[in-house]
């Protein structure tokens, strides 16, 4: 989407380390912020989100982290493992006011056994 | 409950041919959105609904795009004169939103997969 981007299109890990994919939005007035999973020919499924009154939200090995001054918010793995290997997606707010997410192009996790 | 549901999975027309696709949103959920999906890409968003009004339709590719949500629960989505570009994922996506209210989780289908031959 035209006003968030997403860094890196690819991340390859070994099983055990972490993973983090980092997101950066334009808009200083967008006020929460979703992470999706996709795993190859399935729906999109929401595994952790963030509003912008919290700078962390930690859900067992997944972690979201918010940074509004820099306008980008990160997503963390630890302990990666084979069934984390999927498309990964942020969102934020587009412009404008109302809760029209743009997304990022997305981040395609491989964790090798 | 059910999730969101969409039909059909998959659908082949030939160039010029009209499509429509159906979504069936989580009950009780008020808002609605369709997202077009290219290989490799992310969700880019097409349309919204609030109940039975679609309050944003600014995502719409042309005017051969078309999309509806009469009783504001299931909602259609169609395509005229089809041609090579509509090729993609369309998915659905439902939420409990009402109007301005940011924060709120989607809840998504699992698209119709249009190849236009």
């Known amino acids: 989407g035209e006003n968030v981007e997403q860094h890196p299109s690819t991340l390859s890990v070994q099983e055990g380390d972490s993973a983090v994919i980092k997101c950066t939005y334009s808009?200083?007035?967008?006020?929460?912020f979703p992470w999706y999973k996709q795993e190859l020919g399935k729906r999109p499924q929401l595994i952790i989100d963030?509003?912008?009154?919290?700078g962390e939200k930690k859900d067992q090995r997944i972690a979201v982290t918010l940074n509004k001054t820099a306008k980008h918010f990160s997503l963390h793995i630890t302990e990666t493992q084979p069934e984390d290997s999927a498309v990964y997606f942020c969102a934020a707010p587009r412009k404008g006011g109302s809760y029209i997410p743009t997304f990022g192009r997305g981040t395609s996790l491989i964790v090798h056994p | 409950g059910a999730g969101v549901s969409q039909s059909p999975r998959y659908k082949v027309a030939k160039r010029g041919q009209d499509v429509a696709l159906r979504c069936d949103p989580i009950?009780?959920?008020?808002?609605l959105f369709w997202y077009q999906q290219a290989l490799g890409q992310g969700p880019e968003f097409l349309t919204y609904?609030?109940?039975?009004?679609?309050?944003?339709k600014s995502g719409l590719p042309s005017d051969r795009f078309f999309a509806e949500r009469p009783e504001g629960s299931v909602s259609t989505l169609k395509i005229q004169r089809t041609q090579q570009e509509d090729s993609a994922v369309y998915l659905c996506a439902s939420s409990l939103g009402v109007t301005g209210i940011v924060s709120q989780p989607q809840h998504f289908g699992d698209g119709t997969r249009l190849s236009i031959l």
């Open positions: 609904f609030q109940n039975e009004a679609q309050l944003d």
């Open positions: 808009d200083s007035a967008s006020n929460y």
């Open positions: 963030i509003r912008s009154n919290v």
């Open positions: 009950s009780g959920h008020v808002s």
